[in-house]
């Protein structure tokens, strides 16, 4: 039997759980990770950050503030570990009307956007399909997430930190003490906070809260042809991960939300990826995972309304990456200091309308 006291137990070992983790240890906080041995959507991800949103061409939610701290943070764990998983790379946009040309180019004359666009450029690249023009934006790239992960479980099992459990935990209140009981394992906790993705629409505690999860699926492709190393985006992206592989995304579906890659994610890929690819390609992974999406597309941060020191970091949506080391640092700050985070991603929003 496993007994253990701490001050912070997280529930859940994915992207959420693991940055919160690694807060936790910045400050020399004790704290335990507690991670059902189920599919992480971490591990899914293509791992992109692109300070720009395409659609309207606006900035990517809090990018000023979450981006200068998300370099910071991953570069800093990657010199603690001693792995390599934050990669900047040029990013690329199709560009195919002269709307999109007018759009991007009045943007480029916006002060507020000069960190993050390039010109319009017409480049040819070679083994891509032509366009009429490409935008490019700075300060794009990707972490390699499984590395990122692997790495951080690796570092926090030798901490004895990490607790791998096989089925769900039960929470006994004791005296002012939350107890974290599972097979073989009994955690005396102050605080819990509970990082459980999208499997929290599942969890009585959390399911109040207005997730709206999406399937995704992707595509690593292998192929023998020169392509550019940069990331190529038309309404899905092209992501160069080393070794001639590409990583092709990400399909988006809010119904049937299963982890199985399907034969249909697959057809509509392959559709998008011919879009833009123009050699030979093999496909060597297909893989599926599900967003902790939000209706209102920010995130949940808070005290549950009834259970106190019980906490919930969740809703990174499709931009966890870039999102996840400032909201992380909004998390602790409630832990340690007790200061509410602001009510636009604080669950407040749901639970009164002051
Ligand atoms: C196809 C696809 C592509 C994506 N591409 C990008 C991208 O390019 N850029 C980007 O920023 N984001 C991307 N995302 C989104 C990103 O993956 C998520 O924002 C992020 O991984 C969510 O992390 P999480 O920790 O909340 O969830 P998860 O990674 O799913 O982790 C949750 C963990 O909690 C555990 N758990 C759940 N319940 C319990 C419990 N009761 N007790 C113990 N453990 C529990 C689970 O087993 C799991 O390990 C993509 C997602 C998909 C599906």
Same mark, same amino acid.
């Given at each position: 039997? !496993?007994?253990?006291?701490?001050?912070?137990?997280?529930?859940?070992?994915?992207?959420?759980?693991?940055?919160?983790?690694?807060?936790?240890?910045?400050?020399?906080?004790? +704290?335990?990770? !507690?991670?059902?041995?189920?599919?992480?959507?971490?591990?899914?991800?293509?791992?992109?950050?692109?300070?720009?949103?395409?659609? #309207?061409?606006?900035?990517? %939610?809090?990018?000023?503030?979450?981006?200068?701290?998300?370099?910071?943070? %991953? *570069?800093?764990?990657?010199?603690?570990?001693?792995?390599?998983? +934050?990669?900047?790379?040029?990013?690329?946009? &199709?560009?195919?009307?002269?709307?999109?040309?007018?759009?991007?180019?009045?943007?480029?004359?916006?002060?507020?956007?000069?960190? %993050?666009?390039?010109?319009?450029?017409?480049?040819?690249?070679?083994?891509?399909?032509?366009?009429?023009?490409?935008?490019?934006?700075?300060?794009?790239? /990707?972490? @390699?997430?499984?590395?990122?992960?692997?790495?951080?479980?690796? =570092?926090?099992?030798?901490?004895? #930190?990490?607790?791998?459990?096989?089925?769900?935990?039960?929470?006994?209140?004791?005296?002012?003490?939350?107890?974290?009981?599972?097979?073989?394992?009994?955690?005396?906790? *102050?605080?819990?906070?509970?990082?459980?993705?999208?499997?929290?629409?599942?969890?009585?505690?959390?399911?109040?809260?207005? =997730? $709206?999860? &999406?399937?995704?699926? &992707?595509?690593?492709?292998?192929?023998?042809? *020169?392509?550019?190393?940069? !990331?190529?985006?038309?309404?899905?992206?092209?992501?160069?991960?080393?070794?001639? *592989?590409?990583?092709?995304?990400?399909?988006?579906?809010?119904?049937?939300?299963?982890?199985?890659?399907?034969?249909?994610?697959?057809?509509?890929?392959?559709?998008?990826?011919?879009?833009?690819?123009?050699?030979? %390609?093999?496909?060597?992974?297909?893989?599926?995972?599900? #967003?902790?999406?939000?209706? @209102? $597309?920010?995130?949940?941060?808070?005290?549950?309304?009834?259970?106190?020191?019980?906490?919930? +970091?969740?809703?990174?949506?499709?931009?966890?990456?870039?999102?996840?080391?400032? =909201?992380?640092?909004?998390?602790?700050?409630?832990?340690?200091?007790?200061?509410?985070?602001?009510?636009? /991603?604080? !669950?407040? $929003?749901?639970?009164?309308?002051?």
């Amino acid at each position: 039997m !496993i007994n253990k006291s701490t001050q912070v137990s997280i529930i859940g070992g994915g992207l959420a759980g693991t940055t919160l983790a690694w807060e936790l240890h910045l400050k020399a906080i004790d +704290f335990q990770i !507690i991670d059902l041995n189920k599919p992480k959507t971490t591990l899914k991800a293509a791992g992109i950050f692109n300070p720009v949103v395409f659609k #309207r061409l606006t900035k990517s %939610y809090m990018i000023d503030e979450c981006l200068p701290v998300a370099k910071e943070f %991953y *570069q800093k764990i990657e010199k603690i570990t001693n792995e390599v998983f +934050f990669f900047e790379k040029p990013l690329f946009k &199709t560009i195919n009307n002269i709307g999109g040309q007018n759009q991007w180019e009045a943007k480029i004359g916006d002060s507020n956007f000069a960190d %993050y666009l390039k010109p319009i450029s017409s480049e040819k690249f070679e083994n891509l399909k032509n366009y009429q023009a490409w935008g490019e934006v700075k300060q794009g790239g /990707f972490v @390699d997430t499984k590395t990122y992960l692997t790495a951080s479980q690796i =570092f926090f099992e030798k901490e004895g #930190r990490f607790q791998q459990i096989e089925k769900l935990s039960n929470y006994l209140m004791d005296k002012d003490s939350w107890i974290v009981k599972n097979d073989g394992l009994e955690i005396k906790t *102050q605080k819990i906070v509970f990082c459980e993705g999208a499997y929290a629409t599942e969890n009585p505690l959390w399911n109040f809260l207005p =997730f $709206r999860a &999406t399937k995704g699926e &992707t595509l690593t492709i292998k192929t023998e042809a *020169q392509i550019p190393d940069a !990331i190529f985006k038309k309404d899905f992206f092209l992501l160069p991960i080393g070794n001639k *592989q590409y990583k092709v995304g990400a399909t988006y579906q809010w119904d049937n939300l299963d982890w199985e890659p399907s034969d249909e994610g697959k057809l509509t890929l392959i559709e998008k990826l011919e879009e833009i690819l123009n050699c030979p %390609y093999q496909i060597i992974e297909h893989t599926a995972g599900i #967003r902790p999406n939000t209706n @209102d $597309r920010k995130p949940f941060l808070g005290e549950h309304p009834i259970n106190k020191q019980m906490f919930v +970091f969740n809703g990174l949506g499709s931009k966890g990456v870039a999102l996840v080391p400032y =909201f992380a640092g909004k998390v602790c700050n409630q832990l340690l200091n007790n200061v509410e985070p602001n009510k636009e /991603f604080s !669950i407040l $929003r749901f639970l009164n309308n002051e």
